[in-house]
């Protein structure tokens, strides 16, 4: 199904009572994040969009009650030397997640078809080759019992620009923004063109696009966390293994004794 960027741009609050709507599906994502631990699954979070979409502050609420020791946020920024003299995917095998961990990638192996092709970091021919690369990278992961989950947090120019000038006109949000934001800015046409490209081609029966109108911070976040969640939960068991007999009478006995 064809994936059209102006099916979200309502920005329509979030209706109900959004820190109840937030608790609720941090304390399910808890309970999906135990199972991946005691299932031994890996799960890789792709979250992609437009610079100041709100990323940081899904990826923020995704993880609060997540244990730090099994999952990995990766802020994938411009390659280094090093990994500029390996294939484009080469950085991102190295952090691919643990048996029984999430990883969560802010920005990712798409920048290939989305920044370097726009950009021109990569030329046509690598871009152009750049989706079959990343389906079968993908399709290997999810071969080896991986799920695969792929936002792309989508705001209009107005609301980007709102963000951008919150962040320059506050000093403790200058960190968060740079040139890049609004050399990016100026190119939205073909921003635009990429990202059409990349749902056409990329977004497959295994790992699908979603897309959330990120123009209401709070109902795109309680958006991305239920879509997260239910991707996720719907290929780990939400079963507890039975314990052991031996560990629990064992572990009876010691109690027993005080």
Do not use: C
Not at 13 to 27: H, I, N, R, S, T
Not at 156 to 174: F, G, H, I, S, V
Not at 215 to 233: F, M
């Amino acid at each position: 199904m064809k994936i059209d960027l102006n099916d979200y741009e309502t920005g329509d609050k979030f209706a109900g009572d959004y820190e109840k709507a937030l608790a609720d599906v941090q304390a399910r994502l808890e309970l999906i994040q135990v199972a991946h631990i005691i299932h031994k699954r890996p799960a890789i979070l792709v979250l992609e969009g437009w610079d100041a979409a709100g990323k940081g502050g899904i990826i923020k609420r995704l993880t609060a009650r997540w244990d730090p020791r099994f999952f990995e946020v990766m802020p994938i920024a411009a390659p280094s030397d090093n990994e500029l003299a390996h294939h484009f995917l080469w950085r991102f095998w190295k952090r691919l997640p643990a048996r029984g961990h999430i990883a969560v990638f802010d920005r990712s192996w798409y920048g290939r078809v989305l920044v370097e092709r726009v950009e021109g970091y990569a030329s046509k021919a690598e871009w152009t080759r750049g989706y079959g690369e990343i389906n079968d990278f993908e399709t290997q992961q999810i071969d080896t019992g991986a799920t695969i989950v792929k936002l792309f947090v989508h705001i209009t120019q107005e609301k980007q620009d709102k963000e951008l000038a919150e962040r320059l006109d506050d000093p403790w949000k200058r960190w968060k923004t740079g040139p890049d934001d609004y050399r990016n800015r100026a190119k939205r046409a073909e921003y635009l063109e990429a990202i059409e490209d990349m749902f056409a081609k990329t977004s497959t029966k295994q790992a699908p696009w979603m897309v959330i109108d990120g123009n209401s911070r709070k109902a795109g976040r309680i958006a991305a966390l239920t879509a997260i969640a239910d991707q996720l939960e719907a290929k780990v068991p939400m079963v507890p293994p039975a314990i052991d007999p031996e560990f629990e009478s064992m572990a009876r006995a010691a109690l027993a004794a005080g």
